[in-house]
């Protein structure tokens, strides 16, 4: 039992790694579709590689979502418009026209009838009156009404009585028409000189008798668009779909789209289920196989630390739930999510190379139950490569937006190239798919959010943090300035070198320049004790013994980091505090300590620093950089030769005593380096290039 938690003990973090590795399977594994994946890949317009295909079922040639959008739009555009004819209207306004003759009529037998209804009874006026409207609502008076946005209309049907028959628009009058019809029919009646007397009784019992039935004309509406079939024909069991080498043209396309879509639809054999699933997490599992291997062999360091290994494997389930969750809304929307937002962020804690092999194994994932997946994987591929280039040192906030539109330009010249292979026209582009890429390169500036968030959350430090930290406004550096001027002149000068130095041997150059400036923080707690900052020409090392000498130098290393974590600095600067002197002796005093004290025995131990040693390219420049940078200003007389002496000596020795032994540097990058301080330090001290005599 106790081996076996000592083992545990001692493999907890391989332990850890494993279990994130198996979650984040499982995880992507569950978001799959549990669906059959087509096998083929066809391209309209070009050759069929594959043998002949032959049709293994039956299966519906469906209808394209153009097509669907034609016979859709056709439908709207000649939709059937429904009329109402109420026959109440017509018997309520000729009662009505009846009830005010009468009314009139008697107030006129009270005083005089007027001469031309002399001789005339109510009852035959009524009845004249009468016919003449009903001549005008049997014809219709229709109520103006607007179509919509459309405007636009195919059939009309009057609905009477339950029943619908086709009428013209133009059969009917309209209010205006109607009153110049009662007036002609008056005119044209033998007893037009009676009717006179009654015209604006019959012209006020005009009314709208038909009327447009929204609801009626929408109802049949949708039932013709849901009667309008998704399928074109049948393809037969048996019936050869395309032969190899042939070309694929429309037709054969429409089948063979038809053939992926049926075949990748929902699974209701439990058995073929199983086996789908078990290909989704070999599939799965060998990708992120291929991750972890890249990170033994290339990013040990990752695999080390389980908060980097976590924050690569949580951006990797986020992506593909992305991808997951915008296919829910159509394949169309996949245009809009961006996907490029993975390289950025990665690119902002880790190194390119990281950042896009991360990105393709993101992509492929989400590529295998995408739609034409070669389309998807080589737009993401494309998009994200230019994304980590663009965003490569980019510190300024002017320079994202410019970011943004370049990504939305790469997408639409990828799209329309590959839109022309396949279409081979302009014309059957769908256009408005470079809206959707507009959206993307502006929500990819997402990102830079998301980077300050995830940079809080893993405790990681991104450029733009370090950019930051670089100000020299900053007030840990502003303190430094002030009370120790000497040191911050040589941490300037040190941080241009070792910047230099980065930039010619490919590593992080502001990671070194912003560690380069706070190395030597230690120093301001008693800056009087350092050569740099003494102006008076009192030394007060004069009152220490050689070994309280070497102790106060060695502790501006603790001060550093005491000062460092009081104000919150990285671990990752913190880091070039510890390292830049590795564990190095303090060789002025030691010196001094054995020549006047030569029978003694020296405890070396307290004139060496603590360490560590340098563990990376860029704290093993830093002290390269500090060692030369600091002995150069004791040079009496600088010229080539004694430069060129001075950086060989003093890098050899750090190399001879071990100090770059657990850097990732190379013998040639230190020769790199030396060429670097050398020409550099020449330039401070304004050394002329001695030339052989002609």
């Not at 070792?498 to 380069?516: H, S």
């Amino acid at each position: 039992m106790n081996k076996l938690l000592l083992f545990l003990q001692n493999k907890q973090l391989q332990i850890a790694s494993v279990f994130m590795l198996v979650v984040s399977i499982a995880f992507v594994v569950y978001l799959y579709p549990r669906e059959a994946k087509f096998k083929y890949e066809f391209t309209k317009g070009k050759p069929w590689l594959y043998e002949d295909l032959v049709a293994r079922f039956d299966f519906p040639i469906l209808k394209t979502e153009s097509e669907l959008k034609e016979e859709k739009r056709a439908l709207l555009e000649n939709r059937t418009l429904f009329l109402v004819k109420r026959n109440d209207v017509e018997e309520q306004n000729i009662q009505s026209f009846q009830s005010q003759l009468k009314s009139n009529w008697l107030e006129w037998e009270q005083d005089t009838l007027p001469p031309a209804l002399q001789g005339l009874n109510l009852e035959g006026l009524q009845k004249t009156g009468s016919k003449i409207l009903r001549q005008l609502y049997k014809q219709g008076i229709l109520k103006p009404f607007e179509l919509g946005e459309e405007g636009v209309y195919g059939d009309v049907m009057l609905n009477e009585g339950n029943i619908s028959k086709p009428v013209g628009l133009s059969n009917f009058l309209s209010i205006n028409e109607a009153g110049k019809l009662l007036m002609e029919r008056i005119e044209e009646h033998p007893r037009r000189e009676a009717l006179s007397n009654i015209k604006s009784l019959l012209i006020n019992n005009l009314g709208y008798n038909v009327f447009y039935n929204p609801t009626l004309t929408e109802k049949y509406f949708k039932e013709e668009l849901n009667n309008i079939l998704p399928v074109k024909s049948m393809v037969q069991r048996g019936e050869l779909i395309i032969i190899k080498g042939s070309l694929v043209d429309d037709e054969k396309y429409a089948k063979l789209d038809s053939l992926r879509q049926t075949y990748s639809g929902p699974l209701k054999n439990r058995a073929r289920l199983w086996f789908i699933l078990l290909g989704q997490i070999l599939i799965v599992t060998v990708l992120y196989m291929a991750l972890l291997f890249f990170l033994l062999q290339y990013r040990r360091q990752i695999m080390e630390d389980i908060s980097k290994l976590t924050f690569i494997l949580l951006n990797i389930a986020l992506i593909v739930l992305m991808g997951k969750f915008t296919l829910s809304f159509g394949l169309e929307y996949m245009y809009l999510a961006p996907f490029p937002i993975l390289p950025i962020i990665l690119r902002s804690f880790f190194d390119t190379r990281l950042a896009l092999f991360v990105h393709m194994i993101a992509i492929m994932l989400v590529g295998f139950f995408v739609p034409n997946s070669f389309e998807f994987i080589y737009l993401q591929f494309v998009a994200g490569t230019f994304a980590i280039i663009l965003v490569n040192n980019l510190y300024k906030r002017s320079q994202l937006f410019f970011t943004a539109s370049k990504i939305i330009a790469i997408y639409c010249v990828s799209y329309l190239s590959l839109a022309l292979i396949q279409e081979g026209t302009f014309e059957q582009i769908e256009w408005e798919n470079l809206g959707y890429f507009v959206g993307n390169g502006f929500l990819t500036l997402v990102s830079f959010p998301l980077i300050y968030f995830q940079e809080k959350l893993f405790g990681f430090v991104s450029d733009i943090s370090l950019l930051e930290l670089s100000d020299t406004n900053n007030p840990l550096l502003r303190e430094m300035a002030q009370k120790a001027p000497g040191t911050f002149q040589h941490s300037l000068q040190v941080a241009n070198l070792a910047e230099a130095a980065i930039l010619k041997i490919e590593g992080n150059a502001l990671l070194v320049r912003t560690g380069a400036l706070y190395h030597d923080i230690g120093k301001t707690t008693h800056p009087m004790y350092f050569i740099e900052n003494q102006h008076t020409g009192l030394n007060p090392h004069d009152e220490l013994s050689f070994e309280e000498s070497a102790q106060m130098i060695i502790g501006h290393v603790k001060e550093g980091i005491k000062m460092a974590k009081k104000h919150n600095l990285p671990d990752l600067l913190v880091d070039f505090i510890r390292t830049h002197h590795g564990t190095s002796t303090v060789m002025y005093f030691y010196r001094q300590f054995i020549k006047n004290f030569p029978e003694e025995e020296v405890d070396l131990e307290k004139f060496t620093y603590p360490g560590p040693k340098p563990f990376s390219k860029e704290t093993a420049a830093l002290m390269m950089a500090d060692s030369v940078e600091a002995a150069s200003r004791s040079l009496s007389k600088p010229d080539a030769q004694s430069i060129d002496k001075l950086v060989e000596n003093i890098i050899d020795h750090q190399m001879e005593s071990g100090q770059f032994e657990n850097a990732a540097i190379t013998l040639k990058e230190i020769k790199e380096i030396k060429k670097i301080f050398k020409k550099m330090l020449m330039n401070i001290y304004h050394v002329r290039i001695q030339y052989p005599d002609q």
